[in-house]
């Protein structure tokens, strides 16, 4: 750290530090990517970035590495994204993706922050967990996972097709509809971009299912995704 605050509270009588020191703990990151250009700028942002993420790297991926420390499902979506080309972390992307779809034996979309003994959902961040599975195995190939967790996948969209409003062909829900920090009012039933983030889950299902054989159920999608249009 670059600052320490040390608070020493009830004492009757000087403190003498016999020494003193930080533990740095972190996911053990192997570097796998590299990023370099002829603005010097733009490589000490690189470098910033992927050291902010490796301070975010636990046992799970999370918010930050001081204040919450929660896996919350949006966030791990986009550091999973860095992760995988800077790191090459994809046991921890699959961990992240597991726990999330767990959080469905709970609710009808995937819980915004697990494991969590808070029941919430954000909409947009249960359909980012849907596109980081696609994601993730269009990276790597790696289709023995995706069979593993298409079941969470499908029960996470049907759970999102029983939101849809019959009347305006929105999706519909009192969900904590939050989208980043906008000053949108998010306790809105109906707000355009839970649909967006729905329809692009839906275009991910649809490839992964195409890639798992699930031609049928693939199908599916695209149709749903297809009247919401």
Known sequence: G????????????????QSFRLVES????????????????????????????K???????????????????GDARSESLFAMSSFGAYDLVRRCIRLAGQSLERFP??????PSGWSSIIPIWSFMWGISVQEYCYETGDLAFGREVWPMVCKNLEGARSMIDPETGLLRTLAWNLFDWSKTSTERPILLYNTFFLIAALDAAAKLGDAL???EKAG?????RNNLD
């Open 213 to 215: 054989g699930e031609t």
């Open 2 to 17: 670059r600052y320490v605050y040390v608070t020493l509270r009830n004492m009757t009588a000087p403190v003498r530090f």
């Open 109 to 114: 979309l995937v819980g915004c922050q697990v």
């Open 55 to 73: 301070l975010c790297m636990e046992d799970t991926f999370t918010d930050c590495p001081l204040y919450e420390q929660t896996l919350w499902v």
């Open 220 to 224: 599916h999608c695209r149709k749903v």
């Open 26 to 53: 972190t996911y053990p990151v192997v570097p796998a990517g590299s990023f370099h250009c002829s603005d010097p700028a733009m490589n000490r942002i690189y470098e910033i970035s992927q050291r902010t993420l």
